[in-house]
């Protein structure tokens, strides 16, 4: 996949209406389908409409619910519109792209965008790799596909190849440990206050550290949480949106990007750590991004970072130009992404606190700020960013207040 320019809204057309989410717990015990039912149910409610009127809908490439029993379980009229995103992490905001994309061309007028997981061990309900449970542990012993390059050398699930990363970044600016594990901290706080978060008591710098080594220098508590769940966004014109929220979130830019190392999990490192800055990957991406919303980084009043663990936080911050190269360490470490700080920077506990959903979390949280609703409001947000993994082929959107 080559770098994809975003797409320039010079009138922004899509706006998001409606969010809508269930609760998050370990083994529910009930069905990804129904789980995503009821999240879908909840955006129709909290946009005031009928999932009749729904025609699009934009899923992840591993997301388990087919389209055509969405339908048929909440009654769709017409679909005239159906997109999946690539990867899992790496889909978290190029998944409303995609449903900004329908809407602006004219594809359609209001496409649901959905993820639903049974993630915990003892929710797996089949062999695939991607049906519940835990992915990489169905891998088959004799691989033939790119994993094959890696998995039998001990790479086998994203924490390891994750904790290659942060320590090749260690080594070329200094970064420490402690300074991933800060991160880890400001989302326990954040979601300490959130009441739909999982992980509601806050932890010190102390308690990262006697967490347990999952793969160094990675500790539990850097960790994306394993649960069930779902979450739903609606996703329409402008026009509409204006007649059905008093806030309506819109959408001012949207791009999906990858880089030239095709290895699952290192593409965007190798931008930051091997060549510099070099004009690709994410950090070509994201001035591109801002230049299309006719903004500056400066301008963000709150980020929304995919986190499957938390030392991601600081890299992306550091592709995304939020800081200097090398400085995503020191950044978060001076309190910056913290309740009042410079950057808040997953407000609502990111996946190590509220919930790990694919991300998608991530960007009804964006919206709440934005209304103005969130648990750990930023006075007068108006500008949020929310970017999928940069590890994988990935994506960033910027959402803004009606102005």
Known sequence: MANTTPAVLAQPDAAIVGIGQTRFAKAMGRSELDLASEAVLAACADAGIAPTTIDGVASYHVEQVAEIDLAYALGFERLRYMGRSTSGGGGAAGVLGLAAMAVESGQAECVVVFRARNRTKTASYGSGQNEGGRPWEKNPGLLTDRRQWHHPFGVAAPAHEMALIARRHMHVFGTTAEQFGQQAVVQRAYAATNPSALMRTPVTLDDWANSRPIADPIRLFDCSLEHDGAVALLVTTLERARDLAPVPAVVLAHGHC??????????????????????????????????????????????????????????????????????????????????????????????????????????SEAVRQIRGTSANQVSGAEVTFVCGSITDPSGAVLLGADR
């Open 258 to 363: 990858d880089g030239p190392i095709h290895v699952d999990l290192a593409t965007f490192f190798a931008e930051t750590a091997l060549y510099g800055e070099r004009d690709t990957g994410a950090l070509r991406f994201g001035r591109e991004l801002f230049a299309s919303a006719g903004i500056v980084p400066s301008d963000v009043d709150a980020a929304m970072i995919f986190d499957h663990f938390t030392m991601a936080v600081p890299l992306s911050l550091e592709q995304y130009a939020f800081c200097e190269l090398g400085g995503g360490g020191p950044f978060v470490a001076s309190g910056a992404t913290g309740r009042g700080g410079a950057l808040p920077v997953n407000t609502h506990g990111g996946s190590n606190g509220e919930a790990f959903v694919h991300g998608v979390n991530h960007l």
